[in-house]
């Protein structure tokens, strides 16, 4: 349904997006960039492996002699011998020239030729930003942009504003089990593995009974200590008193780090040699979080993860999609807030789209729902059927309080037994005589009733 009918929205400012004409992104250019001395960039390659002789080949009989190839200056005449093995990105420089209204035809053309190349999208480089004392039309965003910046556009989806792209959608999209849908914080697991401070300090003991419990199985824990002592002496937190009893800000410096303040840390060896170093102290959390990302020691990385627990990601909040696929509506709904949705809500939000509904969405969405027009309906029509009938077989059996996105594991017999039902009623297959093996298994009584009316 999103695939089909869904409105990309963009990430940054949930401003609709839609497919960009050439006409619109040469006036988008000329409004960011105009006076600027630019380089209009296309992206031929981005992340694929091989030696790409044959291209740089290609490149040169069509005229364009130099560009990029990952992120240095090439020609391409003599172009870098590039290992088949490791992805590469090669960007062809279209043209270089003042970003001016009366330039327009130069700048449609270097336009059209950096989509053709790059499939579609393009970038524009300052390369240098106008005199203070140019006169510039009113409204222009010329002087925000500085020399240097990249500027990226695209005819697909993408915000004018901020030029964030969106990918062509695709069933493959929406689903947090695909690379293209994915969180790429989470993987599509809509959790992260994060210290617990529970877990990790003993609150009940002081700095110097050693209440960080992963230091004090360390193999230096006494070093710990003593870096914990001077953070402490700095900041003149009591190191005698349990850590409980010490204040949010003593806690928070202790667990989360100085910030930009230098501390002079010193240390002396038994054989005393001295150490010194001046930085800010980075926090028992990053430390540990350090510790457990960058250690080859499984030993050491199965102690850190006892004193860890699965969180929502703090990228998608537990909604398992990256930006673009969270902010994509359909009837102003996003895909993961039904999901979160009961299935009776759900059922309910399904419904409202369609014109003629006079019951509406459920509360907390009364504001937010959009009935479709009709070219969505008229696209998605059978789809939705298909979801109504889904979800009014699992409202009439009894999982109406099922939320969309609850785990397998932790389904009921009885409501796994309707869930594997539905899935097999709900296809409709004709000719066919279905024999259900002790259907009631898990089920209560008032159940039972339900599904033989079902």
Known sequence: MWARIGKPHCPTCGVEVARRTVQEIVDDILWNLEEH?????????RARKGTHQDLFRQLVEQGFLNGKVNGHD????????????????IDVRI?????????????????????????????????????ENLPLPSGSKSR?????????????????????????????????????????????????????????????????NGCVRPWKRSMSPSWYRRLLEQVADYYNIPIHVPFKLLSDDEQDILLYGSGSTVINFHFESDNGSVYKMNRPWEGIIPRLEKTYTETSSDRTRNRLINCMTDLPCSEC???????????????????PEVSSCSIHDSLELVRAWRPENERGPPEEYADQVE??????LFIGNEILKEIESRLDFLNSVGLDYLTLDRKANTLSGGESQRIRLATQIG?????????????????????NSRLLST
């Not at 090439?74 to 990105?89: G, I, S, V, W």
């Not at 599509?188 to 003993?202: A, C, H, I, S």
């Not at 296809?427 to 159940?447: A, F, N």
Request: proline share 5%; hydrophobic share 35%; aromatic share 6%.
């Open 74 to 89: 090439a020609e391409f005449e003599t172009p870098p011998q590039l290992d088949k093995n490791f992805r590469h990105d």
């Open 317 to 335: 909040n537990g909604e398992k999609l990256n930006a673009a696929a969270r902010h994509v509506t359909v009837g102003g709904i996003r895909l």
């Open 427 to 447: 296809s409709r297959l004709t000719g066919v005589m279905y024999v259900l093996d002790e259907p009631s298994i898990g089920l209560h009584q008032r159940d």
């Open 144 to 208: 925000d942009n500085k020399a240097g910046q990249i500027i990226s556009w695209s005819e697909d989806f993408a915000c004018p504003e901020h030029g964030a792209f969106m990918p062509e959608l695709s069933p493959r999209v929406f689903s947090f089990n695909s690379p293209l849908g994915a969180c790429s914080s989470c993987q599509g697991l809509g959790v992260q593995r994060q210290f617990n401070t529970e877990l990790v300090v003993d609150y009940e003991l002081s700095i110097n």
């Open 371 to 376: 009935t479709l027009d009709e070219k969505s």
């Open 95 to 131: 043209d270089r020239f003042v970003c001016r209204r009366k330039s327009r035809q130069r700048l449609t053309e270097a336009v059209e030729s950096a989509l053709r190349l790059g499939g579609g999208a393009l970038a524009i480089e300052s390369l240098k930003e106008p005199s």
């Open 37 to 45: 001395t630019v380089a209009v960039w296309s992206p031929v390659i």
